[in-house]
C-alpha cells in the first residue's frame, strides 16, 4: 500500500471513529421516549405544554435532544382515549403522561401496569384507583389531583358576588364528564346555601352547546357557571362567543377562557401543574419510582377576572373582587 493510500484510509478511518462510537452509544442508551395522552386539543394547549416541557427541562431533559415525545389528542372525544393510550403502550414509551382530567389518566392506567404513569386528575384518585394512597401511590402511577368538585361552590359564590341580584344561575354540565354527579350535588348544596335557583343545562357535543345556548336565551338566568370539564375546554372559543352574544356573565374553570374573553375564572395554575408533571417524569426516566413519589396536590389558585368584558356587560367589579384578584385583564 502507498503512503497516500494509507494517510487517506487512516483518515477514513478517524473520521468515522466519533460516528461509531455514536451508533454504539445509541445502542447503548436510546432517547427515551414519553406518550403524551390528553382529552383536550393541541391548539388549546400550547402554553400547557411549554410548562411540561419545562419542567422536563428543570430535570436536563430537552425534546428532540436527549427524550423524544409521542402526543394523542382526543379533541374531547373520551371514547378514543383506551385506544390512543393503548397506541403509545404498543410503541413502548419509558413514561406515559395524562392530562385533561380522570378519563384519560384511567384509559392510560387500563392500558397498562407496568409502564409509569403520571397524570393530572381534577378527582380523588384514590377513588377513581390510580392510587392507593395520595402519600404512597404503590403501583405505576403518581402525579397530581386538583380536587375541581371542591371548587365549584367558591365559583358559585364568587359569581354572585359579581352579580349580586342574580337568583337565577344557569350552570351548563357535560353529563359524560368524569365526576359529573358529585359536580352537580356540590354546586346544588351550594345553591342551596346561597338562595339561589339552579337552571341546569346538559351538551356533550358542539351542536348540544348551541342548543343549551338557545335555551338560555329564552330562560334568561342572570348568570351561568360552566360545570368542570376538559371537553369544554376544547370548545372554549364557542363558548366564549355564546356567553358574549347573550351578553350573560359566565364564570369559567380556567384562565385560559377569560383571556379568550371570557369574564371571571377561578382555578389552580394549570401551568404549574403541568410544570410538576415534567418534573415527575423526568424524576422517572431518571430511576424514581411512581409508587414512591407522593401525589402532588395543587394548592395556589388564582382569581383572574376580564375588566373589558365586565364593562361590555353593564358590570361593576366589587372592590371585594378587585382586592382578591391575581389577574386584571383590561
Known sequence: ??????????GSTAASWPLAAHAQQSA??????????????????ANLVAA???????????????????????????????ELA?????????????????????AAKAATTSIPIVFATGDDPVKLGLVSSLNRPGGNATGVAVFVVSLLPKRLQLLRELVPMASAIGLLMNPNAPAADAQLVEVQGAARAL??????????????IDHAFSVL??????????????????????????????????????????EA??????SPRRTDTMRQMGVYAGQILQGAK?????????????????LKTAKMLGLVVPPTILASADEVIE
Open 1 to 10: 500500500m502507498q503512503r497516500r493510500e494509507f494517510i487517506a484510509l487512516l
Open 28 to 45: 447503548r442508551s436510546p432517547v427515551p421516549l414519553i406518550g403524551f395522552l390528553s382529552s383536550r386539543a393541541p391548539h388549546t394547549e
Open 52 to 82: 411540561f416541557l419545562q419542567g422536563l427541562r428543570d430535570l436536563g431533559y430537552i425534546e428532540g435532544q436527549n427524550v423524544a415525545l409521542e402526543y394523542r389528542w382526543a379533541e374531547g372525544r373520551y371514547e378514543q382515549l383506551p
Open 86 to 106: 393503548a397506541d403509545l403502550v404498543r410503541r413502548q414509551v419509558a413514561v406515559l403522561v395524562t392530562a385533561g382530567g380522570a378519563d384519560a389518566a384511567q
Open 195 to 208: 338562595g339561589v335557583q339552579l337552571d341546569v343545562v346538559n351538551a356533550s357535543t358542539a351542536a348540544e
Open 217 to 258: 336565551g329564552q330562560r334568561r338566568p342572570h348568570a351561568l357557571m360552566l360545570g368542570a370539564d376538559p371537553f369544554f375546554q376544547v370548545r372554549r372559543s364557542q363558548l366564549v362567543a355564546l356567553a358574549a352574544r347573550l351578553a350573560i356573565p359566565t364564570m369559567y374553570e380556567w384562565r385560559e377562557f377569560v
Open 261 to 266: 374573553g371570557g369574564l371571571i375564572s377561578y
Open 290 to 306: 411512581p409508587s414512591e413519589l407522593p401525589v402532588v396536590q395543587a394548592v395556589k389558585f388564582e382569581l383572574v377576572i376580564n
